[in-house]
């Protein structure tokens, strides 16, 4: 088995570990998906691909926070720190807003 791209920390965080890989979050059918790059977050504006296979043929991971591998279900607030040394907060309460992705620790290692 292959190691994976992110690892999880307690309750709600994603730690990005492998810069080749984008990691593409998502947190159920309601809320947008979000695009992890090694230079930082945003909302993912683009097909989602239909499996794993076809994510790892675009460089992306797919990480689905609600399955049992992850935090198992859906969240509101979820942190992921980047290859660039960043922690950022998602806000899924406040999608369509300034406040939805921010920084919330710069220099989080």
Not at 28 to 34: A, L, Q, R, T
Not at 85 to 98: A, C, F, H, M
Request: aromatic share 8%; proline share 4%; net charge neutral.
């Amino acid at each position: 088995m292959t190691e994976k791209p992110f690892l999880v920390s307690g309750r709600n965080t994603l730690i990005h570990k492998i810069r080749k890989l984008d990691l593409l979050v998502l947190n159920g059918d309601e809320h947008p998906p979000v695009l992890v790059t090694y230079k930082g977050i945003k909302q993912y504006e683009g097909k989602l691909p239909d499996n794993k296979r076809e994510a790892k043929m675009m460089d992306m991971e797919l990480v689905d926070i609600t399955t049992s591998e992850v935090f198992g279900d859906e969240k509101t607030l979820v942190f992921i720190q980047t290859l660039n040394g960043k922690e950022y907060k998602i806000d899924y309460s406040k999608v369509g807003t300034s406040m939805f992705i921010k920084v919330h620790l710069d220099n989080a290692f």
